[in-house]
């Protein structure tokens, strides 16, 4: 394996202090060691964040808070400009570097550096459009308007999915806004968080920003806990569990503090006998598989008329004899291994699951071994029948199983979507204006993200990502989703020789 983008990214062996941002931190003594579930080899290490540096940290990133908050706007869009021009020379090291170190195709390694190119234009553009709103008083002579406030300090948790497009999302906006940022990066994915500080810190450095604008700590979920319950990070945003998400948001609340979730979905695509089945297959085939289905938006399951169930089925099964499993490095490869044999394990006892309450497996799902599988991490895309109510069916599993569900009419359809406890990302497939309208309505999909004729899974940076129920009902990337790292102050101005009291009140005196 070739991996001289390692070099290219200013990665080591053994990278110490780089998980801070402190130049000569390595007080732990103690290392992350990232293996690739490519082929099971160990990629690098990452000296593991103390509780003393982690102190320096916050306080490193306070003290620039006060002079970042100060520089105008459109002057910190143009740092993340320089940063997007950046990545654009790095987009191939550091797309190859995703795909090794997370295992999605290369082609994905790719499209998620692309995509945080393109959030870097949006918030570019975003620096000069930080809008308030200007409204009447009620009092003569007065003026009244809102305006947005940087927060502060923003801590950002990342899953190991997308290990740099999600950090991007949120830190570029919250960075134009004024804030800074702490990264917890997953402890599975820790060289692409260094890379990406690696890139970000030379743009600092040329334009005298001090490094603390951006910093990234590196642990388990201890070193999370520390942010999490930490009073001087007004603002949490968490990706990854459902189960985490609830711990975040109790802990940040009981502090009184803000908390921006993006956990968990189980992603339907209703298809109805109007679709046209070179859409539903091309959508549904990269929504189960993409990833190795290890992502949040990843199709989970396909509620298919009865009309056309056995034209679907049949397709899929074609289909699925066509994806070709391997190094995701290559780009004649469809699927690419899952992030480690946790995972393998996890998908092998979904599997299990499915058959003992009752579901047919129409492709059969395993753990592939042999030459080019030694990581043991490389597994089957699988199709289930199964009914919407099997207790398997409402949880999210991390992996590549398509669970294939029959209906009667469309309001059963819809019905049986929202029937999950998880409500991210859904899409329908017709060509009926009639069935497209009722699914977008307010009787329709429950889910934050609903589609028309394409999957549930690839979202563009330019709307407002999230999803409600245990999905967390956060929101980030495009659109207002901003003002999520601001706080609205309203202003009134008095400019008149009176002071007239609201509601007509009187107080004289």
Avoid at 27 to 43: A, F, H, T
Avoid at 127 to 139: A, D, I, K, N
Avoid at 171 to 196: H, Q, R, Y
Avoid at 468 to 476: C, I, P, Q
Wanted: aromatic share 8%; glycine share 10%; net charge positive.
């Amino acid at each position: 394996m070739n991996t001289s983008f390692l070099k290219k990214l200013g990665l080591k062996k053994k990278n110490d202090g780089t998980s801070t941002g402190l130049k000569s931190s390595n007080e732990s003594k103690k290392y992350i060691e990232s293996y690739s579930p490519v082929d099971g080899k160990l990629i690098g290490t990452v000296s593991i964040t103390t509780k003393a540096e982690y102190e320096k940290v916050i306080k490193k990133a306070q003290k620039a808070f006060t002079s970042w908050q100060k520089m105008p706007a459109p002057k910190r869009g143009e740092i993340v400009r320089q940063y997007g021009e950046e990545l654009r020379k790095h987009k191939d090291a550091l797309g190859k570097l995703v795909s090794y170190e997370m295992g999605k195709s290369l082609q994905e390694g790719y499209g998620e550096v692309q995509e945080m190119i393109d959030i870097c234009d949006f918030a570019v553009g975003l620096s000069r459009q930080l809008y308030g709103l200007t409204m009447h008083s009620e009092r003569p002579d007065h003026r009244m308007y809102e305006q947005w406030h940087p927060v502060g300090v923003v801590g950002i948790i990342s899953a190991f999915n997308f290990p740099v497009a999600v950090w991007s999302w949120n830190a570029m906006i919250a960075m134009v806004c004024g804030d800074v940022c702490i990264w917890k990066a997953s402890e599975k994915t820790p060289l692409c968080a260094i890379a990406c500080q690696n890139i970000f810190h030379k743009v600092l450095a040329k334009n005298d920003v001090p490094e603390g604008v951006s910093s990234i700590i590196t642990g388990d979920y201890k070193v999370g806990e520390w942010m999490t319950a930490d009073k001087r990070i007004p603002l949490i945003s968490a990706t990854g569990s459902t189960r985490m998400g609830k711990i975040v948001a109790a802990t940040v609340g009981a502090r009184l503090g803000k908390s921006l979730l993006e956990l968990g979905g189980n992603n339907a695509i209703i298809v109805t006998p109007n679709a046209d089945m070179n859409i539903v297959l091309t959508g549904a085939v990269f929504g189960a598989v993409g990833t190795a289905g290890q992502r949040c938006t990843s199709t989970r399951r396909l509620i298919v008329h009865e009309d056309v169930y056995d034209t679907v089925k049949k397709n899929l099964v074609k289909a699925y004899k066509q994806l070709r499993i391997g190094n995701p490095l290559d780009s004649k490869n469809h699927v690419g291994p899952l992030i480690d044999t946790d995972a393998a394990e996890m998908y092998m006892d979904s599997i299990k699951k499915a058959k003992k309450e009752g579901g047919k497996f129409i492709v059969e799902g395993g753990i592939l071994e042999g030459k080019g599988y030694e990581s043991g991490c490389y597994v089957k895309p699988c199709i289930a029948e199964v009914k919407n109510s099997y207790e398997i069916v409402q949880h999210e599993t991390f992996a590549p199983i398509l669970y294939l569900i029959k209906y009667k009419n469309l309001k059963d359809a819809i019905a049986m979507q929202n029937d999950v406890p998880q409500g991210l990302s859904s899409a329908i497939m017709t060509d009926s204006v009639k069935e497209a309208e009722l699914f977008l309505s307010c009787a329709g999909s429950d889910c934050g993200i609903a589609n028309v004729n394409i999957g549930t899974s690839g979202a563009e940076i330019g709307g407002a990502f999230g999803g409600e129920k245990e999905t967390g009902g956060g929101r980030e990337s495009g659109s207002d989703a901003w003002k999520a790292y601001m706080r609205r102050q309203t202003n009134t101005i008095n400019y008149s020789n009176e002071v007239p009291l609201a509601q007509g009140i009187k107080f004289d005196f």
